[in-house]
Each structure stands twice: as structure tokens, then as C-alpha cells.
């Protein structure tokens, strides 16, 4: 697809949210229906209904606030190149541009729900244990490599809403997020822009439209704040900096240019790991680490018509010490994510965190430099 | 769907399962492919594949087992009134009887791999610590609330492959199950009446297929034996039986039958569940229980054109007190479902256990009888 197409069709998607949200209450209001008026009363539905649709729209205005400076990046023509089938009402099918189809796949409506609850986990007080339990490792084991942390560049693909590049410019090195969705892309600018320059918070309502596994239509309906902590802490000789692409396209280059490459839930974004294997050799300087936390849930495993190479820890395992990387630590953290606390529905993964060098390079003759 | 075109259309599942779970091991090695041949020398990723196909097939073999008896219940002609839209090369469309079109969809063929699963959960040796953690407390509560068992009736609706069914009749009590699924149904009777008969056990590879959040290539491909104990231990003068069918249709018109009521996993398989409180109420004897353990990951939320009711455990607790039961214990038990217990990946529900006892009549002048 076009990149402009795309780009607009991610704008679309977020557009679509609150008829998306909307829609979800109506059904379950539809549904109560069947419920006697007294059954109805006992449990209060009604008034639960109700509060999905002011949190849909609470929700809505948050989207709205994020997407609204991207518009005049949408273009106001036609890619004839990207066109849709779309049926017509005498049975025929006549293609049509995307942009004029008004078509949002379901898929990219769960994307935008997917980010909203990412403000939680990245940016939310609700998020915290889910941060402790991944974020805290991969920072304790960078402290430990580099702890004199100027001009240590730490690349980290994969960057999501940037809280882990914001935690790294912290703590004082060159921190590069690189990410390729602009879903979060957009939201990531929001939050650490746009709202840290004005040191300003949103309220959302992430759960929302989760109706199952609730406790009660209050924990279903509760907001969560973020950011939690203003981006703008962070200070004036940081070095912060995020990327927009593919990290096998935008690094393509890179040679021996990163003292660490931190990869967070990443490694299974792969079509092909080898890439991601041999990328990461490539970029990280003699002496260097790459620091890894996450599991294996690769990302194109159940996806039509695209490779997917998937592996076992150890096969993944054996392709890095055949590259050269020498595994420093390997150790097992359980880590849930994006996970909604109050849920009867808990789920966690039995991540992978290692410390992998690539040695530092010996003279042909063997003796020391 | 007619009953016996349903029926054949679960054979016709479990029939495909070997076709389709090949079909997978050729995608992997199909991507495989794209790997180097020193990449895939190192990860023996060749080895696994063909370990894949010999599970497959060794899967096929039990479930060939499992379906033999009920072929001859399936009808030989078809039903003229169910019919599936088939594409025909030139376009056009054309209606054809389900039996001979062989279609299968997907989700049939999740519902074969969840059975193997199940098979691990209710009799295999690594299912031992999820049942202790979701029939202990019930069987406990059972105990507790009838030290003598003789005649004591219990009623367990969506008994799955029979276990905990098993475990009641064990314990004395007057054990009944009831099951609406075919694939369950067909899958516990082999287990309990045909393995059992003969004190026999099956070998399968229920994890075979699952390529995400792996370990190791021999956790993918590990054997699972079942049943870990004979089905045939029970005394001859135990007192099991299974009934087919909806729980709401099959006890229609039973009233005050049970002393308990047991619902594992069972309450979020309603449409509407204010219809299974009001049939526990009728069918639970004066004085008796509804012991209930499971989440609330309501069935029917994601099914087009099905009605469901998605209530939160408060909204559904307050129905059940409306309806004249009275709470007497109410815990939260963590305990996970058909989970790989080797995966990265973790998934527990935060269950509500509970007894909720039917008070016992009052005479209208409120004295004792």
C-alpha cells in the first residue's frame, strides 16, 4: 500500500472508534432487552450501558486530541493504485479507492483499542507492576554493563509509547527509539510531546467495552490517568530520539553503532528472525550487549500469505551463539502485558531475558592489540 | 441444522484433523525453506518438522479410534435442507449439501485440537495441577456439605470429558453429567467406557502444532499418555451417568431433583444466564446447593447474530440473591484452563468459587413442619 494510503487509513481507523464503541454498547443494550424489566433493575445494566457510551466518548475526545495535528499529513487525493471491492446493492462488485470506501478493517479497530490500554501499561499508574516486572531487568542489566552511562548509545526497536526510551534517556544515555506502527507512533507523539510540553494528563477508560471477565461494571468503567509521570522530566542534556520505520529498512546501515541494542517484546515481530539475528550482529559495536526480554508470540504466525519463520527458544537460542553472541545471562521473568488487573481473565508470559555479547574482536595474530 | 447433519459434521471434523494438521507442518517448512541451509543445519529445524507430521499422525490415529464406533450413526444421504454456498470456478455460486461439499470450518478443527487438549486436562498426568486447583475446592465443598454420600444427587452440567463426573461418582455421590458438545461426548466415551473397559491408555501429542512460545522442540513434540488413572477404578456399585444435550432443554421439567448443583466452567456458556439461575433454582432440592468454580468469558460475545448477555460477577451475583439463594462462601481461586504447562505463554483465571444454598421451605405460618 501506499504510504500516504496507509497512513490514512490508520487516521480512519482511529476516526472510526466511537461508532465502533458506540455500535458495542447498542449491541449489549439490544441484549438486555431480552432480560425482564425487574432483572434489568436488580442488576443495574442500564446504567452501565450508559457509562460504556460516556467512556466510548470519553475515549473518543482523547483520539481526537491525538490524531488532530496528523490530519493535514492525510492527502486530500486518491492513490488510484489502492483500490477495494466492495459489493454493490444489484450484487455486482465494483472496485473503489480506499479512501473514498470509508472501509475500517476490524483488525485495525482492535489496533486502536490495543493503544489505549499501551497509555495504561506504558504511561498509567495501573501499569507499574507490568513496567517493574519487564522494564526493570533490562535497566538493572544496562546499569551493570555501562555504569558510566555518557555516550552509551542504547538502540531500542520495537519502541512502542516510548516509556522504556524515556526510562533509558533517564538514566543518562543516548536512547533511540525506533518504531514501525503509526498507531503508536501517533499516540507516542501525543503523550511525549505534545502532553509533556504542556505537562498535561489524559483520562481514558481502557477497559470499557470488556465484557467479559468483569468483576463489577465499576472496575469494567474505571479511568486510568496518564502519563503518570510528565515526559517533560526529563533533562535539557538528555538524548532522546525515536525513529519511524521498519528497524531492518531504518538500521539497514548501521554498523557497529550501538553499545547496546535493547529488544522488548520484540524479537517475535520477525518475519524472519535470522534478520533480526544477523541486524543485530551487525549493529552492535565490538564489546557490545544485546539485552532481550520477551517471549515468543510471533507476530505473523496466523496470518494468510505472510512468512513466518517461527522458532523454539533453542533453535532461536542456537542461531545466536552461531552468529557469535556469547549468552552472559539467560534467565526467565514472568511478565504480563497490557493486562487488565481487575479482570478475572490473567494472563503472563514466561519471558526470555538474556544478556548476549558480541566479543570484542581479537587481532588475526591473536595478541593483544 | 438437523441433528444427524450436525453429528456428521463433527465426524467430518475430527476426520480432517490429519489433513489439516499436516497442511500446517508443510506451511512451517515452507518458510523454513527461505532459511539458509547452514541456518537450518544448526537449529535442526528439519527434525522438528517431521517430528510434527509423525504427531500428526500418531494424533490421527487415536482420533480414527476415537470416531470408529460413531460412523455408523451418521447418516449415508443428505438432508436437502442444509446447504453451504460454494464457489464454482466460473464465479458463479452454487448450493450444495453440507455432506458433500466436505467443508470443515476452522473453528471445528479448534474445537478437535482443544479435545486433545481437554484429554490432558480432565485425565493426563501434567492436567494434575489445574484439576487440583478447580475440582478440589468443589470436591472439598461437596464433602464438607454432605459427609454422607449415599444418595446424595448431583448434577454437573458441561461435563466435558467426564472427570470431575468420575471424581463425584468416586466419591460416593449419585453422579450425573451433562454435555452438549459432540466433540466432548464422542471423546468421553471412548475415554470412560471403551479405554476403561479395556484398561488401555492413548498417546498424544497435544501441543504438536503449537509453533508460538516454545521451549524447546521435544516440549513441542512431547506425548501426553491418558487416562492417568483407569475410568474402570470405579466400584461397581458407584452411580455415574452422562446425558446429552442443553442443560435447559434436557432438565426442562425437572424440579427439586438435585442436592447439588455443580457448574465448572459452565456459567459463561450461557446466552442468557438468567435463565441457567432460574433453572438451578427449580431443579436444586429445599435445603440444597449450587456449588459453582469458572470465569466469565461469556461464550457468545464474539458470535455474530447470538444472543449473549454479558453480565459482570456483580450483576450476576445480585440475579442469583434475587432469585432467593443465599451466598455462603465466596472465594477467588486462581486456575488455569487446558493450559501448555511448558509454554512462555500463562494463562490463569481468577475464578469465582461458590456455594450458594437454596433455603430450605418455611411453612406459611412460619413453624416448623
Redesign the interface.
Known amino acids: 500500500m501506499a504510504e500516504n494510503q496507509h497512513f490514512a487509513s490508520i487516521i480512519r481507523a482511529y476516526d472510526e472508534y466511537r461508532a465502533w464503541g458506540l455500535a458495542k454498547a447498542d449491541r449489549?443494550e439490544r441484549?438486555?432487552g431480552?432480560?425482564?424489566d425487574?432483572?434489568r433493575a436488580?442488576?443495574?445494566?442500564d446504567n452501565?450501558v450508559a457509562g460504556m457510551r460516556a467512556a466510548v466518548e470519553q475515549n473518543a475526545r482523547v483520539i481526537a486530541q491525538l490524531v488532530a495535528p496528523h490530519r493535514a499529513s492525510v492527502p486530500a487525493g486518491d492513490d488510484p493504485r489502492v483500490q477495494v471491492a466492495m459489493p454493490q446493492p444489484d450484487g455486482s462488485t465494483r472496485f473503489v479507492p480506499t479512501s473514498r470506501t470509508d472501509y475500517v478493517p476490524e483488525s485495525d479497530l482492535e489496533k486502536v483499542q490495543s493503544t489505549l490500554k499501551q497509555f495504561v501499561r506504558e504511561w498509567g499508574a495501573e501499569g507499574r507492576a507490568e513496567r517493574e516486572s519487564a522494564h526493570g531487568p533490562v535497566l538493572d542489566a544496562l546499569r551493570k554493563e555501562f555504569p558510566q552511562p555518557e555516550g552509551v548509545r542504547v538502540l531500542l526497536p520495537g519502541a512502542g509509547l516510548g516509556r522504556l526510551v524515556w526510562e533509558v534517556a533517564m538514566a543518562g544515555y543516548v536512547a533511540q527509539g525506533c518504531e514501525f506502527s503509526y498507531f503508536m507512533l501517533i499516540a507516542a507523539d501525543f503523550l511525549m510531546n505534545r502532553l509533556g510540553a504542556a505537562q498535561e494528563t489524559v483520562t481514558l477508560h481502557p477497559w470499557a467495552l470488556q465484557?467479559?471477565?468483569?468483576?463489577?461494571?465499576a472496575?469494567?468503567l474505571r479511568p486510568a490517568v496518564a502519563p503518570e509521570v510528565p515526559p517533560s522530566d526529563l533533562p535539557e542534556e538528555s538524548n532522546l530520539s525515536m525513529c519511524a520505520g521498519d528497524f531492518l529498512e531504518v538500521y539497514r546501515d548501521s554498523e557497529a553503532a550501538w553499545e547496546a541494542l535493547v529488544t522488548l517484546f520484540f524479537v517475535?515481530t520477525a518475519h524472519?528472525p535470522?534478520e533480526y539475528v544477523r541486524a543485530a550482529w551487525r549493529m552492535i559495536a565490538d564489546g557490545g550487549v544485546w539485552i532481550n526480554m520477551g517471549?515468543?508470540?510471533?507476530h505473523f504466525?496466523d496470518m494468510p500469505g505472510e512468512?513466518?519463520?517461527?522458532?523454539?527458544?533453542?533453535?532461536?537460542r542456537?542461531?545466536i551463539v552461531?552468529c557469535g553472541f556469547v549468552f552472559e545471562r539467560e534467565e526467565w521473568c514472568?511478565c504480563s502485558y497490557t493486562c487488565n488487573p481487575q479482570?478475572?481473565?490473567?494472563?503472563?508470559?514466561?519471558?526470555?531475558f538474556f544478556v548476549a555479547r558480541r566479543p570484542p574482536r581479537q587481532p588475526a595474530d591473536g595478541s593483544e592489540p
Chains 1, 2 share one sequence.
Open positions: 449489549l441484549h438486555y431480552k432480560l425482564s425487574a432483572d436488580v442488576m443495574r445494566v452501565k465484557t467479559c471477565n468483569a468483576v463489577s461494571a472496575d469494567q517475535d524472519d535470522s517471549p515468543l508470540l510471533w504466525h512468512v513466518s519463520i517461527e522458532l523454539t527458544w533453542q533453535e532461536l542456537s542461531l552461531a514472568r479482570s478475572l481473565y490473567q494472563m503472563q508470559y514466561n519471558c526470555i
